[in-house]
């Protein structure tokens, strides 16, 4: 593929993203979809206000509220990613975009750009009130600023691509609880509830190989207080490991996501779309 044509197919990738964030934000029921859920999270926090983590003076709702921002992050980029990829599989999005030339390059920045404009703007939902409502929960300092910003880009780059082979794998939007049940398991056992130095140790070494524990680390250490660490694992925020894991994570999304996605592609056509419907109606 000539420079040109990579450069073309960009430049339509992202005015296709551009589109799709401002409808979107026109449709009533995408717009309810953002609100509902950091409302349902910001209550559950919200409630957990009052209590205290055993032993310690910290706040039990501040610390779930910054769990929560990572737990929200790997939900868009993990399940929405995965069921917004099945939808377009379904109606023939998706077979539109390979029919035009370049198009799933641009598509797939298309993609990109809306779930992380989705993520951003849940992340906001959550982010605002909370520093305004929880004691300790706050962005003070270059540090805070920092450690937000690369968390949210490489917790994006490592499950985003994730949730694309997840969609190219599965064959229906009906078969996503594949992905929920697990995903849901994995939410409650990653610390983003309760502390993971309360867990049994096999528990806590289950959590850290799954990027969810360190996307709700990470977001603990950008928002609370470094006394608060003294109830994590080894008593630290943990940086290094944290950009660790979630750079492998990274790596091994990218690197599967465009070969499992161009297999996926290649095996896309009317009959089978027309298969899949007919299967969906019996």
């Given amino acids: 593929m000539s420079v040109t044509a990579t450069a073309t197919a960009v430049r339509s990738g992202m005015a296709a993203g551009r589109l799709e964030i401002r409808q979107s934000l026109g449709n009533v029921q995408d717009v309810v979809g953002m609100l509902f859920i950091p409302t349902v ?9 009052g209590s205290d983590i ?3 003076n910290f706040s039990l ?42 198009g799933m390059i641009a598509y797939l920045i298309s993609k990109i ?28 300092g270059v540090g ?7 968390v949210l880009v490489l917790g994006m780059l490592a499950t985003m691509p994730i949730g694309a082979v997840l969609g190219s794998v599965l064959t229906s939007p009906r078969n996503i609880g594949v992905v929920m049940f697990p995903l849901l398991a994995l939410f409650g056992i990653s610390g983003i509830f309760f502390p993971m130095t309360e867990a049994p140790e096999w528990l806590q070494w289950t959590a850290q190989v799954f990027p969810v524990y360190w996307l709700g680390l990470g977001m603990r250490a950008a928002l609370l207080p470094d006394a608060f660490a003294t109830v994590e694992i080894e008593h630290s925020w943990r940086y290094a490991e944290t950009f660790g894991v979630l750079g492998a994570w990274a ?15 290649r095996k896309e056509s009317g ?10 109606m019996q």
């Fill in 41 to 49: 999270l910001f209550v559950v926090a919200f409630v957990r206000r």
């Fill in 54 to 56: 055993g032993g310690t």
């Fill in 61 to 102: 709702g501040s610390t779930t509220l910054a769990g929560l921002l990572g737990m929200t992050l790997a939900f868009n980029g993990l399940q929405a990613v995965a069921f917004n990829l099945l939808m377009e599989r379904e109606d023939g999005t998706l077979l539109r975009a390979k029919a035009a030339p370049n």
């Fill in 113 to 140: 750009i809306h779930s992380a404009a989705t993520t951003l703007i849940t992340t906001a939902l959550l982010l605002v009130p909370g520093v305004l409502l929880f004691d300790g929960v706050s962005l003070d």
């Fill in 144 to 150: 805070s600023w920092f450690t937000l910003a690369w």
């Fill in 251 to 265: 790596v091994i999304g990218l690197s599967l996501a465009p070969v499992v996605l161009r297999r996926m592609a």
């Fill in 271 to 280: 009959s089978a779309i027309a298969e899949r419907q007919k299967a969906a």
